[in-house]
Every structure is written in C-alpha cells, then in structure tokens.
C-alpha cells in the first residue's frame, strides 16, 4: 500500500489525514509507504536548474539555500521583515522558473489556464497528458521509484483541495500507464465534497477504482479485505513515515483532529450541515493519551489543532493536562472565552492563538447566519484574550445574502474599536455554495467553472454585488489606519499556518534561538 499528498498545499507541517491512515495500517499490520509528494515536489522546483530568471529573481535563487535554512529557524520568525523576504522569494522562483504559458504557481498554489480542477473532463485530460503537468518530471521519476522499491498493488491519493486535483489526475495518468493494474483509491475533503453533491454521478469510473468520502480508514480497511473495524475504534496516528522536521517550519508541527464535524452544526451555508457529516469527538482521555504520546514522539514546537471548532470541553481538559509544546486552532466565541480565569489557564497550557470566526460585526447578519455570537460577548472575548496573552486570528466574511455595504460599515466599525485586541485578520468573500437548504430561496446563475463546482453564481437579493464588496474591501475596509497594521502583519503565503510562531515566546527550558 502506498499512500500520497499531491501538490499543492502548504508545506509547512505533515498531512494529518495521511497519518491517521497510517496508524490504522500499522494497527492492522498491513505493509505501507508513505509520500508525500507536495514537499518533494515543491523542493524539486526550488533546487532545479537556472532558468532564464530575470534580475530579481535570479538574485532571489541565489539566495535559495539561506532562505530555505531560515525558515526552518527560530531566527526568521523574531524578524518579520526577513521572512517575508525569504517567503517572497521562494514564491518568485516559483513563479519565474520554465512555467508553461497560463500556468501560475507558489508556495500554496497551482493553476493551469488549460485545464479547471472543477471540470471532471479536465481532470480527465490531465491523466492522459500528465506530461504537461508541471511536475512531470519528479512526479514519473519518483513514482516508477516506489513501483520498483515498494511494489504496492493499492495506491491511495489523499485529495483535499482545489490546488492538489491537477497533481493527483497527473499522477493517477502515470501509474495507470505505468501499473494499469494497480487499484487506485482517491479520498479526502475534496472528494468527499464531490461524492456527497446531489445527484452525483461518478465521471472517473475505469480510471479510479474506489473515490471514498468521509473518514477513510473504514473504507481503506474494507478495501484491503480487513474485516471487523469499529468506528468507534481510535487508533493514534503515526507520523514516523513522514518527513516531520524536513517542512517550512522553526520545528515539527503537529496536526491533530479531536473530532470530525462541528459540534455547533447549525451555521448557514456550513459544508458539513449540508453533506450531512456528524460530529464525533474522540473521547477526551484518549485525546489526552495522544497528545502526550505524540509529543514524546514527534518532539514538535507547536500543536495545531484541524478541529472544525475545539471544544470547550477539550479545552478545559488540557488546562487540567497540558500538551506540553504550545498549540492553537478554531475556536467558537463562547461565554468560556469571555472568563479571565479560564483563559489564563488556556494560556499556560499552551494556547498561543486561537482562530476565531467572527464572520460580521453587525448583529443582525450574524443572527440570519445562526452563528449563535453576541457582538458584546465577542468584544468581551477579544478583550479578555488580549488580557490573557493570547493572539486572535479573526476570521471576517463579506457578501452574505444578509449583508448590504451599511451591515459591512458596522464590521469596520467593530474591528476599529477592537483593533488592539485583534492580531491578524482573514478577510473573505463569500460563495454561494451548490447547494444546502439555504440555497432553496435565492436565485442562482450557473456554476462558476464546471460539474464538479462546490459554489454558484448568484444574484444577491440586496444588490451587494462581488465588485462592489471589493471596492469596498480595497478603498475603504483596507486602508483605515487601524486595519492596515494588522493586514501587513500576516504572514504570506502561510499565514494563519505560521503566524503562532510570530507571538510565541521563549518558555522556560526551551531554547528557540
């Protein structure tokens, strides 16, 4: 069994889904190898050949090795202005090297005007031709490697966003020339998104054998002919095939999932309300075990938790048994937020930052989109955090059917008053998704690219059209001087990925220099 993360994501720490593969695989002892295909990938371009750089950018390859040593330092993340040059420049190599005509890379992207990761025919055209896939040449030498070395008869392909689907259709076009009797498996958030559309009909059959959504461990086990698996059944992942201290960062990072779906499950236009994914929580004990057992394993600098939103519940148990390194991820606003007490003991279990969406500060939008958020519990919260010493990663969302440019003024308005407290900000425009019961009473145009599409046009009914969002966003949201400083904080490319770094401080013990 061999299983693969495709290009292209961020390649700052180790794919989690992969790895709670990998621990079922070892529970079950079952043979496997593991790559991961979007480091090597990206670290083969870096270090290829000079090609017809222009000035800056040549003097940016010359610089290659330094950047990429600074970025695995604590040194790059105590001076922001050198990491992002050094972030900035690995991009423009990126983006200059011997790319094919439309085609635009970096450090979290990859497109192709030839072909759309949202037309199944595409993706298709890419398995024919995976020679023009931009990572031809890793991609063929790599793969015929593990066919010779590993000899596995599945391969599985963990498919988790837009930016990785032309990668995984180029690959699934080598191994079928190469192997055409290898079964091929593809699986993750993006596929589960696809399979779970209304009406899906499958356009890959006789080019992957088995597309799997939701949490493929079951169905990986069930295709590898192991009988007996339990849902209910943990098994710690494993990150030992994983290159954990090779990544873009000061030390390993570990990703970890305390749960699947979201426990408040009742926000409008939520992917996971509408493809119907439950929320299951692995008990807190065995969280607990986990942690503690990983850590002592992997040695990372930072925890980063992928929950859709962390739990009060889990929060209070690491207070009572902390990690160990520091760690951070979503979180709702709730009251838990708003007590001094029990964020101070957030704080000295490790919690760095927390990521909060906030979405709007206009109360009545927030009401229409049943986030279940007071805007004066929210300004108490950030308040509160602030005081406690931890960073707020705010998460903003303009366009919603609710929203007019008077209700997008009212979400300026709160985050200039709040703005000391606010560390950094994602600001997004909303999509209307394909479908949802929310979708029912608003009038849509056809989808944006093609039949794998997750979002639709759509004619918002209070006129707040996308370019006027913009114009918003640019000329007035952007350019207040309490907004600015917190926009330039954010760390290109990576951010919300790296930005803990920039607020951690030395701890007793550790030495981060």
């Not at 295909?37 to 940016?60: V, Y």
């Amino acid at each position: 069994m061999l299983l693969i993360h495709p290009p292209v994501a961020k390649p700052c720490e180790p794919p989690a889904g992969i790895a709670r593969l990998s621990g079922d695989l070892n529970h079950h002892e079952i043979r496997h190898a593991v790559l991961d295909a979007n480091l090597e990938g990206l670290e083969s371009l870096l270090k290829g050949p000079q090609t017809s750089f222009d000035t800056w950018t040549s003097r940016a390859f010359r610089h290659l090795p330094n950047h990429l040593t600074l970025l695995k330092h604590w040194q790059a993340y105590h001076h922001f202005d050198r990491y992002k040059r050094a972030v900035n420049d690995l991009n423009r190599i990126l983006e200059r090297g011997a790319l094919p005509a439309g085609v635009r890379l970096g450090l979290a992207n990859y497109e192709d005007e030839s072909f759309s990761p949202t037309k199944s025919s595409d993706l298709i055209l890419c398995a024919e031709n995976p020679e023009e896939n931009l990572f031809y040449p890793y991609f063929k030498k790599r793969l015929i490697g593990l066919l010779e070395s590993e000899q596995p008869s599945v391969i599985g392909f963990s498919l988790n966003y837009l930016n990785q689907a032309l990668c995984s259709f180029a690959m699934i076009g080598i191994l079928r020339k190469e192997c055409p009797g290898l079964t091929l498996i593809l699986g993750g958030g993006l596929v589960t998104s696809w399979v779970r559309k209304p009406r899906w009909e499958n356009p890959f059959s006789g080019l992957v054998d088995h597309l799997v959504a939701g949490p493929g461990e079951g169905p990986l086990l069930s295709i590898l002919g192991v009988d007996g698996w339990c849902a209910e059944e943990h098994i710690m992942p494993n990150y030992d095939s994983l290159p954990i201290t090779e990544y873009f960062a000061p030390g390993p990072i570990l990703p970890y999932s305390a749960s699947s779906g979201c426990y408040w499950n009742r926000c409008s236009f939520c992917p996971e309300r509408a493809e119907g994914n439950p929320y299951l929580p692995i008990p807190i004990e065995k969280v607990v075990h986990d942690l503690h057992s990983l850590t002592v394993r992997t040695k990372p600098v930072l925890i980063h938790f992928l929950d859709n939103a962390i739990s009060p519940v889990l929060m209070k148990a690491m207070t009572n048994n902390p990690p160990g390194p520091p760690w951070y991820g979503f979180a709702r606003v709730t009251r838990h937020l708003t007590d001094l007490e029990f964020c101070i003991a957030l704080k000295r279990s490790g919690c760095v930052m927390l990521k909060l969406g906030l979405e709007s500060g206009d109360q009545g939008v927030l009401d229409r989109m049943q986030k279940g958020i007071e805007l004066e519990q929210a300004s108490l919260a950030l308040k509160t955090l602030k005081k406690a010493g931890i960073a707020t990663y705010v998460y903003l969302l303009f366009g919603t059917p609710w929203e007019t440019l008077l209700e997008a003024r009212k979400t300026l308005e709160f985050t200039v008053r709040h703005h000391e407290m606010i560390s950094l900000l994602n600001l997004a425009i909303f999509n209307m998704p394909i479908y949802g019961p929310e979708t029912v009473d608003i009038e849509s145009e056809e989808s944006y690219e093609g039949d794998l599409s997750l979002y639709t046009g759509f004619e918002h009914p209070k006129g707040w059209s996308r370019k006027r969002i913009r114009q918003f966003l640019d000329k007035e949201f952007k350019r207040h001087p309490a907004v600015t400083p917190i926009l330039r904080r954010d760390p290109p490319a990576f951010t919300s990925n790296h930005a803990p770094f920039f607020v951690m401080k030395k701890r007793e013990g550790v030495d981060r220099t």
